[in-house]
């Protein structure tokens, strides 16, 4: 088993034993619905009771090793918390807020990507590609791009647009959807 398996194997084992849903979202999660392509860290979001975010933030970093000195403060502070596996793997945990992050773990499916990483979390692809059009960088987009070509009509793109419109209203703009809708035509018309 690689270096990443054997992270999110260990990431599974310790999240689901204290109670802390996750999904895994990222290159993994590109891999697992798109294209493949290199990725050296495994990514993934949780959603912590706010109430308790510092104990179990703190709780996390001691059993994981931290990235950074002072992890916890910068955990709290920017929302991601910077550690490693014991295997060595990079792992980023990003800290969801209530709302759309819960309903990315709410709807991940549970999958196996090898045979000791099985019943592993990971956000469906229509919040992945979701989660590529906010994020918009050049990497993402070609994500997103692959992840539409591989996927193709088992998309829920009903579903894409009612976020996008959401996160649009948010911003007060129609960037996202607009942009979604380009690359999505592009793609059916055969010009990606």
């Known amino acids: 088993m690689d270096i990443q398996h054997s992270a999110i194997r260990e990431l599974h084992e ?5 109670g802390i849903p996750y999904a895994l979202i990222g290159g993994i999660a590109v891999q697992f619905w798109g294209e493949p392509r290199y990725t050296q860290d495994v990514d993934l979001t949780v959603v912590l009771d706010m109430a308790h975010e510092r104990e179990l933030v703190h709780t996390i970093t001691s059993h994981f090793a931290p ?13 991601v918390i ?3 596996s014991a295997s ?11 709302g759309y992050e819960e309903e990315v773990i709410a709807r991940a499916v549970s999958v196996d990507l090898s045979p000791n990483a099985r019943g ?19 990497r993402d987009i070609d994500d997103m791009e692959g992840i539409i070509i591989r996927q193709q009509d088992a998309l829920d793109i009903d579903y894409i647009r009612l976020k996008l419109k959401g996160f649009d209203e948010l911003l007060e703009t129609s960037e ?5 809708e380009l690359i999505e035509t592009n793609i059916h018309m055969g010009t990606p």
């Open 14 to 18: 310790f999240l689901t034993s204290q």
């Open 67 to 79: 990235r950074i000195s002072n992890a916890d403060v910068f955990a709290l502070d920017n929302r």
């Open 82 to 84: 910077l550690v490693r």
């Open 88 to 98: 060595g793997c990079p792992i980023d945990i990003s800290l969801g807020l209530p």
């Open 120 to 138: 592993i979390r990971v956000c469906t692809a229509e919040d992945l590609v979701v989660m590529k059009i906010v994020a918009g960088r050049p």
């Open 176 to 180: 996202l959807s607009e942009r979604f």
